[in-house]
């Protein structure tokens, strides 16, 4: 290991990830993750949910073109489910505006909508087997000590997990 990276200290995974991710993201779709890691605030509570950024199409570079220099917007097409396409299309004059002011430039003139699902199909969860025997008795020692409810039920089923999982490998 490096001098400078013992100096810097801990750098957290989503800044190892979005080094890797966002060269992949601009190359395929002009995107990166800053804009789909803030697309809920961008979208607002109204589309939030039912619309995810897909790629924006940047027009080819004026110069090479031979038209006039300077900078073009881009189209960004977003997935939206079902009938909700049709409001996002009457709100689309904000969304272009959130977005642009996202990117701090005129980054965004036109909205392509496709219709198609945007959130994957939840998995049903299945229920975990409580803990018997020690397992159980070491779990309770381990959160007895919890004020919150919550967060004692959250351990709880951290731990049930954890312990679940050794009991399987040995």
């Not at 995974?13 to 890797?20: D, M, P, R």
């Not at 031979?66 to 997935?79: C, I, K, N, R, S």
């Not at 909700?84 to 003139?109: C, D, P």
Request: proline share 6%; net charge positive; glycine share 10%.
């Amino acid at each position: 290991m490096n001098q400078e990276k013992a100096r810097r200290g801990v750098v957290q995974i989503s800044e190892v990830a979005n080094g890797l991710i966002d060269p992949v993201l601009a190359k395929r779709a002009g995107i990166n993750t800053m804009l789909l890691g803030s697309w809920d605030e961008i979208a607002g509570p109204e589309f939030a949910d039912c619309t995810r950024p897909e790629k924006i199409a940047w027009p080819r570079r004026a110069s090479e073109m031979g038209g006039e220099g300077g900078h073009q917007p881009g189209v960004l097409t977003v997935a939206c489910e079902g009938a909700r396409a049709l409001f996002l299309t009457h709100a689309q004059g904000e969304l272009i505006q959130r977005i642009n002011g996202f990117f701090g430039f005129y980054a965004i003139g036109q909205v392509r909508i496709v219709q198609k699902p945007v959130a994957a199909a939840p998995k049903p969860s299945r229920r975990q087997r409580p803990l018997v025997g020690e397992p159980a008795r070491k779990l309770e020692a381990m959160v007895e000590g919890v004020e919150s409810e919550a967060l004692k039920a959250a351990l709880r089923r951290l731990g049930t997990s954890v312990f679940s999982s050794r009991r399987k490998e040995t």
